[in-house]
Each structure stands twice: as structure tokens, then as C-alpha cells.
């Protein structure tokens, strides 16, 4: 009589689980030991910076050297767990660590203009423009999920390890875009870095949402009550990451002097018209003078308001 997939393992057991993963720790070391010596050379680091740098690597130290890389391989749900740390929870941590600036600012000044160079160039602004980074996180999630990938990768722990470092580049990279305020080509807006948590969130929702209701013969290789629980924990524990995040985009939208108005070019230029078309104010001024520091604007905008208080057209 053939055997069905093997169930999955307890979460004590889990939990409890320890294999070191030496190549990967002796990795992460060196980033640690390159990040401090850069932080402490720089003077003035911010130290919740570097704490954020190495709360990152202890997650991953964590990923793979749990319970969760001992059975993510055979057990769908450690398998989404892994998932979430790889894509969401080290990389939100790498990047508030603004690893990209502490590296510019220790390179010699030759290394540093060819930095700058590939940073501002065509194909580095490609790399980060907000739809590359939302498009290339959302085939990662779907095509490793919702296709025969997952079979396939079941058999291979080259596929396995292929996964993970896709995992984290797709995770970094999208990130980087959406919440960093480290160096890029061009920095989007704050609107523009909300709705792209919001698409980024109802991936995680439909892949979570298709996966609680697999059929059987969708994943054969796995047990499907694991399959289910690692839809729901994509579904339930991912949007919340994503929601936990963006309450600290909107902190840091809050602090930011520079995003006092920051809805991007084009909603704005939308802003300011409706603005002009409604008031007259700013009319024959500066096209590009600033709507909420001009008084004259202002005053316009309280008399349309006293003019629509009392009923008039």
C-alpha cells in the first residue's frame, strides 16, 4: 500500500530543533564584523541602525539554524515560516540598517565616484523603480507557490537553496523600494510606497487564500493539513508583517521634514491644479512654488470655504 506525505513535524519539536549551519554562520559573522568596524569608522553611526543590522542577521541565524531549516525542506507550514523570515523579516530589518550608505561612506574616493556612477545609472534606476520591485516580489511569491515549482523543489534541496536566496533578494530589493530611505536612484514618494504595501499585501493574501484551499493533488509531495496551515500563516502572519511595517512607513512619514507634502509628481501636479481651478490662487505665480507655504494661496482657500459655509456657489 503506498505512503501518503509525511505530516508535519510538532512545533516543539521545531522550536527545540538546533543544526548549525556553519558555511551560512561563518557568512553572517563576516557581515557583522564588515558592518561594525564601518559603523565604529564612521563616527556618529546611528546605533539603532547598527542594532537593526544585527537584529537581521539573528533572524537569519535563527531561519537556518533552527527547527525551521531542519524541516522547512519536508514540511509545507516550517516551509512558509521560512519563507516569511527570508522575504519580509530579515530584509525590513537589512534595510532600515542602511547598509548601502554606511558602505558608500567607507569606500576611498575613486571606489566611491564609481559607486555613485552605478547607482544613477540607467540600469540601476530600472532595478528600483517601484513597479520593477512590486512586479519581481509578486512572480517570486506566486511562481514558488501556486505552481509545480513546490513539487519539483521537494526533490532538490538545489531548488531548496535557490528558493531561499530568491527569497531574499525579491524581499530586499522590495523593501529597499518600499520602506528604505537609504540610497536609490530615486526615492518614491511615501503614496506611492503605501500602495505598494497595499499590492504587495493582497499577493500575500491570495497566495495565502488559493493555498488554505488546495485540493489533495495540488501538492501531492506534502501533508495538506500542513499545505492549509501554511496558506492561513501566509494569509494571517504575512498581512500582519506588512501592517506591522506600515505603521512604521507612517511613523517615518511623520518625522520626515523633507515629506511634509509627498504625494509624488504626478499627484501633485493633479493636487495643485484642482487647487488653482477651484481658488484662482496661484494662477500666474511660480508653477513650482509651494501651495501651503504661499498666503496668498491660503487665503483663497479659507474664503471658498466661508463662500461654500454660507451656501454659495
Do not use: C
Not at 515549482?149 to 530568491?166: N, P, R, V
Not at 511595517?245 to 511613523?251: C, E, F, P, Q
Not at 483663497?300 to 451656501?311: F, P, Q
Amino acid at each position: 500500500m503506498p505512503m501518503g506525505p509525511t505530516p508535519g513535524p510538532a512545533w516543539a519539536d521545531v522550536l527545540t530543533t538546533w543544526s548549525p549551519a556553519w558555511g551560512v554562520n561563518v557568512v553572517l559573522l563576516a557581515l557583522a564584523a564588515l558592518y561594525l568596524v564601518a559603523a565604529r569608522r564612521h563616527g556618529g553611526w546611528p546605533r539603532w541602525r547598527t542594532a537593526s543590522f544585527l537584529a537581521a542577521l539573528a533572524s537569519a541565524v535563527v531561519t537556518w539554524n533552527s527547527g525551521i531549516a531542519v524541516f522547512g525542506h519536508e514540511a509545507f507550514a516550517v516551509h512558509m515560516v521560512m519563507h516569511l523570515a527570508l522575504i519580509m523579516v530579515v530584509p525590513a530589518f537589512w534595510v532600515a540598517a542602511h547598509p548601502l550608505e554606511l558602505l558608500r561612506s567607507a569606500l576611498p574616493e575613486r571606489a566611491g565616484a564609481r559607486f555613485d556612477t552605478a547607482l544613477h545609472s540607467r540600469a540601476s534606476r530600472a532595478l528600483f523603480f517601484p513597479g520593477t520591485a512590486l512586479v519581481f516580489y509578486a512572480l517570486v511569491i506566486v511562481l514558488t507557490h501556486l505552481t509545480s515549482f513546490m513539487e519539483a523543489m521537494a526533490g532538490s534541496m538545489a531548488l531548496h537553496h535557490s528558493e531561499q536566496a530568491l527569497y531574499l533578494v525579491a524581499g530586499i530589493l522590495f523593501f529597499h523600494v518600499a520602506i528604505g530611505v537609504d540610497l536609490m536612484p530615486n526615492r518614491p514618494a511615501y503614496f506611492v510606497r503605501y500602495v505598494l504595501m497595499a499590492l504587495a499585501m493582497g499577493v500575500d493574501t491570495l497566495v495565502g487564500v488559493v493555498l488554505m484551499q488546495a485540493p489533495a493533488t495540488m501538492f501531492p509531495a506534502y501533508d495538506l493539513e500542513g499545505v492549509h496551515l501554511g496558506g492561513a500563516l501566509m494569509w494571517v502572519v504575512g498581512d500582519g508583517l506588512m501592517m506591522v511595517i506600515m505603521v512604521l512607513l507612517g511613523r517615518l512619514w511623520v518625522t520626515d521634514a523633507s515629506a511634509k507634502i509627498d504625494f509624488g509628481p504626478w499627484l501633485e501636479s493633479a493636487r495643485r491644479d484642482a487647487f488653482r481651478e477651484q481658488t484662482g490662487a496661484g494662477s500666474d505665480g511660480d508653477p513650482d512654488a509651494d501651495l501651503d507655504d504661499d498666503d496668498e494661496a491660503l487665503a483663497a482657500y479659507n474664503r471658498m470655504l466661508t463662500r461654500l459655509n454660507h451656501g454659495e456657489h
